[in-house]
């Protein structure tokens, strides 16, 4: 499984394309969800390698870092605050071009330069976000929406 996630090339939307089908045979059958999580991050940083993937989940009023693949991160964001805490608060897709023009980001390293957070959905209501973090700016786009939102929704 690993090797195939490896060798996927082309445009950013051909791998999403190839990769989708391949994180839900990862996926499937298998009923736990930090599992779930921490193979999509890995599925996803082998794919693109970007600097930061990984997952926020919900407890109480904040975002509590779950699975993820890239150096250490922040632990805790409150709700409403930072990129992820906007995305959680705003129920919505927040893509940012540069993270340094974003009102209130929350900088847990100084590499990262864009950033993309989807909101995870179980049973209608948000459980967790996805974070993704790039060292190069403006690096995110609707595409990357749609397929990281695709895949979000494999998880439960």
Not at 92 to 97: A, D, F, G
Not at 121 to 133: E, G, N, Q
Not at 142 to 154: N, Q
């Amino acid at each position: 499984m690993a090797e195939s996630i490896l060798n996927i090339e082309g445009s950013r939307e051909e791998q999403y394309k190839n990769l989708l089908p391949q994180v839900k045979a990862l996926l499937a059958g298998e009923s736990n969800t930090i599992a779930n999580m921490a193979n999509v991050a890995a599925a996803l940083k082998e794919t693109f390698n970007f600097f930061w993937i990984g997952f926020y989940l919900v407890e109480n009023d904040e975002l509590v870092l779950g699975p993820f693949q890239g150096p250490v991160a922040c632990t805790r964001i409150p709700f409403g605050k930072g990129v992820c805490g906007t995305s959680w608060k705003e129920t919505r897709i927040v893509i940012v071009e540069d993270v340094d023009q974003f009102p209130g980001h929350i900088a847990c390293s100084s590499l990262s330069k864009s950033e993309i957070v989807v909101p995870v959905f179980k049973d209608r209501r948000i459980v967790a976000v996805l974070d993704v973090d790039s060292t190069n700016y403006a690096d995110f786009n609707e595409t990357d929406a749609h397929y990281l939102k695709e895949i979000c929704g494999c998880l439960f």
